[in-house]
């Protein structure tokens, strides 16, 4: 295998990043996707709670200002003239009909209001229950309350007209307390006739009846009619114009179209069943829709809560009929405690599985393209280096056949790496053999002190025995250790410690014969071998080095004076003895001398 197919082979791992780089990018991709298509259905299905909301919201105000029209008690009939009903039908334009029925829910009358909606549509007749028996009995136990608790709402308002007659004799009429007590009393004041409404959710059947144009149920306003006795007489219904939900819906899906998404859902759940058309979404995936956790897989759910039937009698009851007009924030609160109908925009995961295909093309369309450009950059490479190298093999080879470097060395070098590879060569030989020299020295030297290290003196110590065999001369191991050494290192700092351990080695090197061998094992130990002495030249050898220490101070830079002793152990070395048991014998010596004190030499007994 030549060198070129090599290059061509060693980077083809570079493939590898650029696939998992395209990889990543998809997955980063698929990952905004998911993102953004999550946010899109949750800000839709908030836009449209918003939308869905301010409709009901203000049908509930205008119903609200219409009651107060069909509140007043009947004199002489038992249901309000038609030009009443028309005129409250006009009146209102979120409403598609009025319907009159009697005490039990059976209808009397009806009239379609003239919006764009229902003005061409032909009035029919409706037969049967319209209200369902609980609206009824809901809405004549509603009345009957308000009916007894008349007489309660009269004494506030005495109460509280007396209580701001008081304030209003004492001049306290820029007050906190003046100020809303005149508010409570206009609202009691225009609301306390107001009779109760009840709201309900259906009519599927009469609104087929009636041919409106919306399909199923709707919200049912409901007031009951009384005559001045005090008796309900009847009941009035108004129907909301489903087709205001429908618009919000169409213009959400509408939205979402723009949007180049095609297979979505903008759709009314009311607990768990669809009151609005569906197309993609399963409808049994409500039951456990939960958007936070929703798989991508199953599609995209934005789900928010709307005002419904609970949430507008949830307010009409709070409220008391002493506040008309609802908040949005208000409402909000009340659409998270009470709804049971909720807003769902639902993505269809076939939406999701196309763009990602889209994507794939993209990122598959990039990798070839990048993998093309990376062969051919590499074939490049390759050429350049192999013809190099080739070269650089033709001038090699004419240097060996004419043994002659500087031939080699007049030859032209290349203007790039494989150029400099050449001129390198031959600097790189004539450094080896420095450089091994230098690596010698410091594998046998301590760093700090210049002398020997251990495995450098053992070495030394088994040449010197094997010449005293040989010669039958003596030979002395001499082991040093720095008394209280450690607290130079902590009263003047471990450098200062270094300048003493370097200050012994020259006090060593001045006594010690050029025959001897001086070493630092480790810390502050020091062991020299002392060739051919004889007993009484060892000890006098020892004793100088003690003595000149002693008398020697360390003297810093700072003018600083540091003291310091030395404790040995001076013993001879028999030839039948090996390196390791001679140095535990001086080993022992030079503990006895910390044990008598230290700054003595112990020597071997004969």
């Known amino acids: 295998m030549n060198i070129r197919t090599r290059i061509i082979i060693s980077l083809l791992p570079v493939l590898l990043p650029i696939v998992m780089m395209d990889i990543l990018e998809y997955r980063s991709e698929r990952e905004q996707l998911d993102n953004s298509l999550s946010h899109m259905v949750s800000y839709a299905a908030s836009v449209g709670t918003r939308e869905l909301n301010e409709v009901f919201r203000a049908s509930y105000d205008q119903f609200h200002h219409t009651a107060a029209n069909l509140s007043q008690c009947l004199v002489d009939s038992e249901s309000p003239s038609n030009d009443v009903m028309e005129s409250v039908l006009k009146n209102t334009s979120k409403f598609s009909a009025l319907i009159l029925s009697d005490t039990q829910g059976h209808e009397r009358r009806t009239l379609l209001s003239i919006s764009p909606a229902t003005r061409h549509m032909l009035r029919r007749n409706i037969e049967g229950q319209l209200l369902s028996v609980e609206v009824v009995e809901r809405l004549k136990a509603d009345y009957q309350h308000w009916l007894d608790n008349k007489d309660q709402r009269l004494k506030r308002f005495a109460l509280l007209s007396n209580e701001l007659e008081s304030l209003r004799k004492q001049g306290e009429l820029m007050s906190r307390r003046f100020r809303l007590l005149s508010h409570q009393l206009s609202h009691l004041s225009e609301h306390q006739d107001h009779l109760p409404i009840v709201i309900s959710f259906g009519g599927e059947a009469m609104i087929r009846t009636l041919g409106l144009p919306f399909a199923n149920n709707s919200l049912l306003f409901s007031i009951p009619v009384q005559n001045c006795n005090g008796k309900m007489v009847g009941i009035i219904t108004l129907i909301l114009d489903w087709t205001q939900v429908e618009d919000v819906l169409f213009r959400l899906r509408q939205q979402l179209n723009l949007q180049d998404l095609e297979r979505v859902d903008v759709a009314l759940f009311y607990r768990h069943a669809a009151i609005t058309p569906v197309r993609y979404l399963d409808r049994t995936k409500i039951l456990v829709a939960e958007p936070q956790k929703s798989d991508p897989d ?40 009470f709804s049971f109908t909720k807003l769902l925009v639902y993505v269809d995961p076939l939406e999701r599985e196309y763009r990602l295909k889209e994507i794939g093309w993209r990122m598959a369309g990039w990798s070839m393209l ?36 500087v031939a080699f060395l007049q030859q032209v070098y290349r203007a790039d790496e494989i150029g400099q590879l050449e001129r390198v060569f031959h600097f790189m030989l004539k450094k080896l053999a420095e450089k091994e020299q230098q690596l010698q020295t410091l594998a046998s030297t301590d760093n700090l002190t210049r002398l020997m290290n251990r495995h450098a003196f053992t070495v030394a110590a088994d040449r ?80 100088r080095i003690r003595k000149q220490l002693q008398n020697s101070p360390l003297v810093l830079d700072d003018g600083t004076s540091v003291s310091f002793t030395v404790s040995g152990g001076l013993c001879a070395w028999p030839v039948n003895l090996s390196y390791d048991q001679v140095f535990v014998q001086v080993d022992k010596l030079l503990y006895e001398a910390k044990k008598q004190g230290r700054n003595c030499i112990v020597i071997e007994p004969n």
């Open 464 to 543: 010197a025995q094997a010449l005293a065999k040989r010669n039958g001369s003596d030979i002395y191991l001499l082991l040093f250790d720095l008394d209280y050494f450690k607290n130079i290192n902590d009263r003047f700092g471990h450098s200062t410690g270094d300048l003493a351990l370097c200050h012994f080695t020259q006090i060593l090197k001045q006594n010690l014969r050029s025959v001897d061998s001086p070493s630092r094992i480790g810390g502050e130990e020091f062991l020299c071998l002392l060739s051919g002495p004889t007993r009484q030249d060892a000890q006098g050898i020892a004793e």
């Open 370 to 405: 990048s993998m093309a450009i990376l062969l051919l950059m590499t074939l490049g490479i390759a050429h350049s280096i192999t013809n190099g190298l080739k070269k650089l093999e033709q001038r090699m080879n004419y240097a060996a056949h004419n043994s002659s470097e």
């Open 298 to 337: 199953d599609g995209y759910m934005g789900i928010a809560n709307v005002v419904d039937v609970a949430v507008l009698n949830a307010h009409e009851s709070r409220v008391g009929f002493a506040e008309i007009n609802m908040l949005t924030k208000e409402l909000k609160n009340l659409a998270r405690k």
